[in-house]
């Protein structure tokens, strides 16, 4: 798994789901959905871009009656910034937009022209 | 959350539980079966994977007291005393070598591997080091102990200052040694080194056997006191030769047994070279804690000026 500008293609997977919608918040399975990543890849990830200051996360303030309250995420502004300048970088190295999440976990991935 | 997985959940420290809280908050959402199962397997990983992380963060600190305080005790010692300078000299190589050692395995090699053995002989070892430098470095607080300044030489046709040179180069080489036997250790319990469990364990009983006896024996007759006094002889005695044939047979019955108990994958001419490997893994293990413990429990000995 090759790294582009400090970022696995996983974490750069879940930048480019974050970056999607950036103002909206999203919920964990939601982006493993759009990711392809398992629950157990894609929180240590969320961790990680949290403690790095570029996702931010809270609870759920009004949960749907029976189920419990779910935790959401979104990309601060730092992580926004950072998040395009990655995907971008990324696409570019692997010379097309997207390329560099070949391999069947690029759900989020733009469009290949 | 169920009680149980709020127990479980309590494992993990506390400013990452709500990480825990959101993955099993989440496998609701998640369709039931084998989808919600695999959802929740990932919740138990990364609650396994931060507990884990707290462990390290745990034993980084324990390791980084027991080196501040190895340092306290070991610093002082008379001055003029040249047993003074060479303590100061272990103190200020061995514990950043051992500080790094860990960090440059974990790159190289990986992580330890699974198991309570391998974490038993790296905390071993490096419990065995610092007492091992505290041990010399009580030595060496005694002026008048004979045992302080060893290495120098007590002919008085050698001029001081060769004895000196000599006596930094046999430290420099004892810690070369020590610090190759530490990274041995961490590299043969490492994950991607694949020394399998049994050959850790042979490799540690014939190790600490070895020791053990070595220093009951006193190592093969190569000084004065060639034997214990309680175990009287010349340097031919049998138990003398005894020290001799554990010396080499020890590492060679370690590494014939993890050989032999060895059943890894692959055709038969990749086992026969995998069981090499396991065999060479446990010698060598059993030879580097052998040293460990004859040396630790031989400076501690000397401590109290009872030069053996």
């Not at chain 2, 745990?58 to 390791?63: A, D, G, M, Q």
């Not at chain 2, 031919?236 to 014939?256: E, F, H, N, S």
Request: charged share 15%; hydrophobic share 50%; with cysteine.
């Amino acid at each position: 798994m090759g790294s582009q500008a400090g970022f696995s293609a996983q974490a750069l997977s879940v930048l480019a789901a974050l970056c999607e919608q950036p103002l909206d918040w999203r919920h964990g399975y939601a982006l493993a959905k759009q990711t392809g990543l398992k629950s157990g890849t894609l929180y240590p990830i969320l961790i990680r871009l949290a403690d790095r200051g570029l996702v931010e996360a809270c609870w759920q303030d009004e949960p749907v009656p029976g189920r419990p309250r779910r935790h959401l995420y979104r990309l601060t502004a730092d992580g926004l910034a950072t998040a395009t300048g990655a995907v971008a970088v990324a696409a570019e190295r692997a010379g097309r937009p997207g390329a560099w999440l070949r391999g069947g976990r690029g759900v989020a991935a733009p469009a290949v022209p | 959350m169920s009680w149980l997985s709020r127990v479980v959940v309590r494992l993990v420290p506390a400013g990452r539980r709500d990480w825990a809280e959101a993955v099993w908050a989440e496998a609701g959402q998640v369709p039931p079966g084998l989808a919600r199962l695999a959802w929740r397997a990932g919740g138990v990983r990364l609650i396994a994977r931060e507990a884990m992380l707290a462990r390290r963060a745990t034993r980084t600190l324990v390791f980084a007291a027991a080196a501040a305080w190895v340092a306290y005790a070991a610093w002082p010692g008379p001055a003029g005393n040249p047993a003074t300078a060479l303590t100061r000299l272990d103190v200020a190589t061995l514990l950043p070598v051992l500080a790094g050692l860990p960090v440059l395995a974990r790159r190289l090699f990986g992580p330890a591997a699974p198991g309570m053995l391998a974490r038993v002989l790296r905390t071993g070892a490096y419990a065995a080091v610092l007492v091992l430098l505290l041990s010399k470095a009580s030595v060496g607080q005694v002026a008048d102990n004979p045992a302080a300044v060893p290495l120098l030489s007590s002919d008085a046709s050698v001029p001081a200052l060769d004895g000196m040179i000599y006596a930094w180069l046999v430290e420099s080489v004892f810690l070369l040694v020590v610090a190759v036997c530490v990274a041995a250790i961490l590299v043969l319990t490492a994950r991607r080194s694949r020394v399998a469990p049994v050959t850790l364990a042979a490799g540690t009983g014939a190790g600490l056997v070895l020791g053990a006896v070595m220093y009951a024996i006193v190592p093969l007759g190569l000084t004065d006191h060639a034997t214990s006094p309680w175990l009287p002889g010349s340097d031919a005695d049998p138990v003398v030769l005894l020290a001799w044939v554990l010396l080499l047979g020890a590492p060679l019955a370690a590494g014939g047994l993890a050989a032999r108990c060895y059943h890894g994958p692959g055709d038969p001419g990749q086992l026969a070279g995998a069981r090499l490997r396991q065999g060479g893994a446990a010698g060598f293990l059993a030879t580097g804690i052998g040293a460990l413990v004859v040396t630790v429990l031989g400076t501690g000995d000397r401590t109290d000026g009872r030069a053996r």
